[in-house]
């Protein structure tokens, strides 16, 4: 195995790479597919209870109420003729000839639109009152052809995002495109020759200071044709176009005049790059007070996953002032790609346009916060989504939590802030381990929504109980929505819309002091286990992780340290040759910022007569039982 550049290995000092608490959630809502879904897009309406999820020939509305929903279903069935069409290809995947929905998006404040694949011949539909589907005059069902709204294989890579009515769809086919597809705005797309092979992940709105300065963001992969043996197969790249375009007047009549695009990458320009994979993207803004940070998974050949973050101002500084690659005169001072109305006085010229039309492509790079990820997570596991939510600590200072889905259908909540990044949890919300297509937050509710192809839930946002009745049990969580309410002397959610909670206690930052006045001095006693064993038999003593953070000793008669092994559970001290077994009062204790937790204690007695008739091993299993139970 080659040896990690030493950016990775600087990257991997620099973070948590383990989560620190490992949670199974339970008494929460989750609806299950039988047969499983090849295909679950989620789409919620910020603030409502309501979530929308696509699936084979159905649209699902699930209505939730704490920790219980309602399903309502919406039949939209594959055409017959379409079906038919396609069963009739020359090696057709016969799963696909059905109807997937993959596009669902809300045009206005009484119009949904749900595209779906329609066995290769894209239809869409429309919403009304959340359930109901739109009718004409003899009551049939209102439907378009989604030929440039979506895909027509739930294979085929595709994003889709609904601004002010108007429908922007990006697809991946033969001669892929990003389209303005559906609305009242004029429609236009990309020239052919603009995208090579792109395999869209995701899109944004980037909204401006002035509205005619919008900018809507797409997330992409693109083959690297011309790669040589040491280059990478593969560049991520993002694409910008103004939400203000109505296409040229002369030149770029039905295209897009203010399409630029640009290289993404996660690492530095002097180190080689491994995560050119862009596998997910989400932009979290700050509405019209800035443009926000850009966070992303990217994938290496060798399936590890890295975390990156870009500010949203310095890649439109990038968009602003590069150079066009493979233009070499200077470029005019209205520069190609600007956001400007279509009869606006300063609208591109016939020149501008020509010039764009030719070199889209940005010459400078776009690298991430510091030039390294934020980190790559080291594990067994690799990143296959993520959502971002702005949190107000109890302090009122912003704090930015990731949400990332695992291929094991695993979530890791991420602390991201002042230069730290820390795993707070790996919650574990499926009772089925796959991949999570699906994650969607809404910030208004206090709600993440999730999904697999066999499952979707609602997991709270701010799941304070989680972190137990001490003060340093909820400062140690290291938890922006929890803080520890003196008052209540409870850990409890920290209000994001008053500052009511400013008394609550916190301790997010690395080296921040005692909050909890003298904690570190208490200990969490247990009753003690009092356990008498065949000084002959083979045993050991467990102690459970409470928190993967922190650092586990064994004490015996409170001055002897035992080695203990770690498997992942539990801090185990085992019996042997090299440690031999001994009677006395054997303490697990946890040590983590300061903080000191007695985990377990046991009391330990020799008896060789207490157990006069078991054979030896029978022994063993009874006690190692024993001790399990005790510990539970």
Same mark, same amino acid.
């Given at each position: 195995?080659?040896?990690?550049?030493?950016?990775? @290995?600087?990257?991997?000092?620099?973070?948590?790479?383990?989560?620190?608490?490992?949670?199974?959630?339970?008494?929460?809502?989750?609806?299950?597919?039988?047969?499983?879904?090849?295909?679950?897009?989620?789409?919620?309406?910020? *603030?409502?209870?309501?979530?929308?999820?696509?699936?084979?020939?159905?649209?699902?509305?699930?209505?939730?109420?704490?920790?219980?929903?309602?399903?309502?279903?919406?039949?939209?069935?594959?055409?017959? &003729?379409?079906?038919?069409?396609?069963?009739?290809?020359? *090696?057709?995947?016969?799963?696909?000839?059905?109807?997937?929905? !993959?596009?669902?998006?809300?045009?206005?404040?009484?119009?949904?639109?749900?595209?779906?694949?329609?066995?290769?011949?894209?239809?869409?539909?429309?919403?009304?009152?959340?359930?109901?589907?739109?009718?004409?005059?003899? +009551?049939?069902?209102?439907?378009?052809?989604?030929?440039?709204?979506?895909?027509?294989?739930?294979?085929?890579?595709?994003?889709?995002?609904?601004?002010?009515?108007?429908?922007?769809?990006?697809?991946?086919?033969? &001669?892929?495109?990003?389209?303005?597809?559906?609305?009242?705005?004029?429609?236009?797309?990309?020239?052919?020759?603009?995208?090579?092979?792109?395999?869209?992940?995701?899109?944004?709105?980037?909204?401006?200071?002035?509205?005619?300065?919008?900018?809507?963001?797409?997330?992409?992969?693109?083959?690297? $044709?011309?790669?040589?043996?040491?280059?990478?197969?593969?560049?991520?790249?993002?694409?910008?176009?103004?939400?203000?375009?109505?296409? *040229?007047?002369?030149?770029?009549?039905?295209?897009?005049?203010?399409?630029? !695009?640009?290289?993404?990458?996660?690492? *530095?320009?002097?180190?080689?790059?491994?995560?050119?994979?862009?596998?997910?993207?989400?932009?979290?803004?700050?509405?019209?007070?800035?443009?926000?940070?850009?966070?992303?998974?990217?994938?290496?050949?060798?399936?590890?996953? =890295?975390?990156?973050?870009?500010?949203?101002?310095?890649?439109?500084?990038?968009?602003?002032?590069?150079?066009? $690659?493979?233009?070499?005169? +200077?470029?005019?001072?209205?520069?190609?790609?600007?956001?400007?109305?279509?009869?606006?006085?300063?609208?591109?010229?016939?020149?501008?346009?020509?010039?764009? &039309?030719?070199?889209?492509?940005?010459?400078?790079?776009?690298?991430?916060?510091?030039?390294?990820?934020?980190?790559?997570?080291?594990?067994?596991?690799?990143?296959?989504?993520?959502?971002?939510?702005?949190?107000?600590?109890?302090?009122?200072?912003?704090?930015?939590?990731?949400? @990332?889905?695992?291929?094991?259908?695993?979530?890791?909540?991420?602390?991201?802030?002042?230069?730290?990044?820390?795993?707070?949890?790996?919650?574990?919300?499926?009772?089925?381990?796959?991949?999570?297509?699906?994650?969607?937050?809404?910030?208004?509710?206090?709600?993440?929504?999730?999904?697999?192809?066999?499952?979707?839930?609602?997991?709270? @946002?701010?799941?304070?109980?989680?972190?137990?009745?001490?003060?340093?049990?909820?400062?140690?969580?290291?938890?922006?929505?929890?803080?520890?309410?003196?008052?209540?002397?409870?850990?409890?959610?920290?209000?994001?819309?008053?500052?009511?909670?400013?008394?609550?206690?916190?301790?997010?930052?690395?080296? =921040?002091?005692?909050?909890?006045? +003298?904690?570190?001095?208490?200990?969490?006693?247990?009753?003690? $286990?009092?356990?008498?064993?065949?000084?002959?038999?083979?045993?050991?003593?467990?102690?459970?992780?409470?928190?993967?953070?922190?650092?586990?000793?064994?004490?015996?008669?409170?001055? &002897?340290?035992?080695?203990?092994?770690?498997?992942?559970?539990?801090?185990?001290?085992?019996?042997?040759?090299?440690?031999?077994?001994?009677?006395?009062?054997?303490?697990?204790?946890?040590?983590?910022?300061?903080?000191?937790?007695?985990?377990?204690?046991?009391?330990?007695?020799?008896?060789?007569?207490?157990?006069?008739?078991?054979?030896?091993?029978? =022994?063993?299993?009874? @006690?190692?039982?024993?001790?399990?139970?005790?510990?539970?």
């Amino acid at each position: 195995m080659r040896a990690l550049p030493w950016l990775l @290995l600087a990257v991997l000092c620099s973070a948590q790479q383990t989560p620190r608490l490992k949670l199974t959630l339970q008494d929460i809502p989750v609806l299950s597919f039988e047969n499983g879904e090849k295909s679950t897009v989620l789409f919620y309406d910020a *603030g409502s209870e309501q979530l929308y999820v696509g699936g084979r020939g159905v649209l699902r509305v699930l209505t939730f109420k704490e920790a219980e929903f309602n399903q309502t279903q919406v039949p939209l069935q594959v055409d017959e &003729k379409a079906e038919k069409t396609c069963r009739s290809k020359p *090696g057709a995947v016969q799963a696909e000839c059905d109807n997937y929905i !993959q596009v669902i998006q809300r045009l206005n404040g009484s119009s949904l639109i749900a595209c779906g694949t329609n066995a290769g011949s894209p239809k869409c539909w429309f919403l009304s009152n959340t359930t109901k589907l739109q009718q004409d005059q003899r +009551g049939q069902a209102v439907t378009i052809s989604g030929e440039n709204l979506a895909p027509g294989s739930p294979s085929q890579p595709a994003a889709a995002i609904a601004v002010e009515g108007n429908l922007y769809s990006a697809l991946s086919r033969d &001669k892929s495109t990003i389209q303005r597809s559906y609305g009242p705005r004029k429609l236009l797309r990309t020239e052919d020759k603009w995208l090579t092979d792109a395999e869209f992940v995701s899109a944004a709105w980037v909204p401006e200071k002035e509205t005619n300065l919008d900018e809507i963001y797409f997330f992409y992969n693109e083959v690297n $044709k011309t790669a040589g043996l040491d280059e990478e197969p593969i560049k991520a790249r993002l694409g910008r176009v103004c939400k203000v375009d109505e296409g *040229g007047k002369s030149i770029l009549v039905d295209f897009w005049t203010t399409f630029l !695009q640009a290289r993404l990458v996660c690492g *530095g320009p002097a180190h080689p790059q491994r995560f050119n994979q862009l596998r997910d993207a989400v932009v979290l803004g700050e509405g019209r007070k800035g443009r926000g940070m850009l966070y992303g998974i990217f994938a290496s050949p060798w399936g590890t996953t =890295a975390v990156c973050a870009y500010s949203m101002d310095k890649v439109a500084h990038a968009f602003r002032t590069s150079r066009l $690659k493979g233009y070499g005169s +200077g470029l005019p001072a209205h520069r190609p790609g600007t956001c400007v109305p279509y009869n606006s006085p300063s609208a591109p010229s016939r020149a501008v346009l020509a010039i764009i &039309k030719d070199y889209p492509e940005l010459e400078a790079v776009i690298y991430p916060e510091g030039q390294r990820p934020l980190y790559v997570l080291q594990t067994n596991d690799t990143y296959t989504r993520v959502v971002a939510d702005r949190v107000w600590d109890a302090s009122n200072a912003s704090r930015t939590v990731l949400y @990332l889905g695992t291929d094991k259908g695993k979530i890791h909540k991420v602390l991201q802030s002042r230069g730290q990044t820390v795993i707070i949890a790996e919650l574990s919300p499926f009772r089925r381990d796959a991949p999570v297509s699906g994650l969607a937050l809404d910030a208004s509710t206090g709600h993440l929504y999730a999904a697999t192809e066999f499952e979707v839930t609602r997991l709270p @946002l701010a799941d304070c109980g989680q972190y137990r009745e001490t003060c340093w049990k909820c400062v140690l969580a290291k938890d922006p929505y929890c803080g520890w309410d003196p008052d209540s002397k409870k850990c409890s959610a920290v209000s994001q819309e008053a500052n009511d909670t400013a008394s609550f206690l916190q301790s997010l930052d690395p080296g =921040a002091e005692d909050v909890c006045e +003298g904690a570190a001095e208490q200990v969490a006693q247990q009753a003690l $286990k009092k356990v008498s064993v065949d000084p002959t038999s083979y045993i050991y003593l467990p102690c459970p992780l409470r928190s993967h953070h922190a650092i586990y000793t064994w004490v015996k008669d409170g001055t &002897k340290q035992y080695p203990c092994a770690m498997d992942g559970h539990s801090c185990t001290l085992r019996f042997g040759e090299n440690t031999p077994m001994d009677r006395g009062l054997f303490k697990c204790t946890a040590t983590e910022d300061g903080y000191r937790e007695e985990i377990t204690a046991y009391e330990l007695t020799l008896n060789v007569a207490c157990l006069p008739r078991l054979s030896l091993t029978v =022994a063993t299993g009874v @006690l190692l039982l024993a001790i399990t139970i005790l510990l539970l």
